[in-house]
T-cell receptor, first 117, second 112 residues
Framework: GAGVSQSPRYKVTKRGQDVALRCDPI?????LYWYRQALGQGPEFLTY????????KSGLPNDRFSAERPEGSISTLTIQRTEQRDSAMYRC???????????????FGPGTRLTVL | LAKTTQPISMDSYEGQEVNITCSHN???????ITWYQQFPSQGPRFIIQ???TKVTNEVASLFIPADRKSSTLSLPRVSLSDTAVYYC?????????????FGKGTKLSVKP
């Protein structure tokens, strides 16, 4: 595709529900990143993948957060038992080179605005 | 990962040159310096990247002194559309980490 796409663009859920956020990277990009961005703050790293392998998940806040990229393309970030503090913009980015081994730039998607009531 | 420090905000007027300086005293040998721009309601967008000396592209210039402990993003003749948040990052490429650490960025406001 022309760029990184994310869906849904907006998600409102009730506390305690599970949500799944989807990221479709630029075709052919091998690395995929997830960030969370609070209002007025810079993006906060969550996790990243090289192909289907999750390389670093040190940024995931707790075990309610998980991510997968089973076929090395589309990725899903899942938040279980959502809490109000999970409300934020969740952004996905992709790059053509292997993360950690290149200086390739990251291309960001439009984000998913998650609101937990 | 090297921590960066940059001004929280800057004001400018149309047609002026804007220089945003970022400090990264603990930059490592294999770190590159990258600047991203973010408009409201959009994801960050790559502007420029460098390792040392000067880099110039169609959008901006990046000046990096010999000690690499700081860098300056230079935007020539800004316009209202350059109003955005600018992030300075250092990345440990070639190593074991692929994540980028964003700070709070510099909010640039360009006035008519």
């Amino acid at each position: 595709g022309a760029g990184v796409s994310q869906s849904p663009r907006y998600k409102v859920t009730k506390r305690g529900q599970d949500v799944a956020l989807r990221c479709d990277p630029i075709s052919g990009h091998v690395s995929l990143y997830w960030y969370r961005q609070a209002l007025g703050q810079g993006p906060e790293f969550l996790t990243y993948f090289n192909y289907e392998a999750q390389q670093d998940k040190s940024g995931l806040p707790n075990d309610r957060f998980s991510a997968e990229r089973p076929e090395g393309s589309i990725s899903t970030l899942t938040i279980q038992r959502t809490e109000q503090r999970d409300s934020a913009m969740y952004r996905c980015a992709s790059s053509s080179g292997l993360a950690g081994e290149s200086t390739d730039t990251q291309y960001f998607g439009p984000g998913t605005r998650l609101t937990v009531l | 990962l090297a921590k960066t420090t940059q001004p929280i905000s800057m004001d400018s007027y149309e047609g002026q040159e804007v220089n945003i300086t970022c400090s990264h005293n603990n930059i490592a040998t294999n770190d590159y310096i990258t600047w991203y721009q973010q408009f409201p309601s959009q994801g960050p967008r790559f502007i420029i990247q460098g390792y040392k000396t000067k880099v110039t592209n169609e959008v901006a210039s990046l000046f990096i002194p010999a000690d690499r402990k700081s860098s300056t993003l230079s935007l020539p003749r800004v316009s209202l559309s350059d109003t955005a948040v600018y992030y300075c990052l250092v990345g440990a490429y070639g190593g074991s980490q692929g994540n980028l650490i964003f700070g709070k960025g510099t909010k640039l406001s360009v006035k008519p």
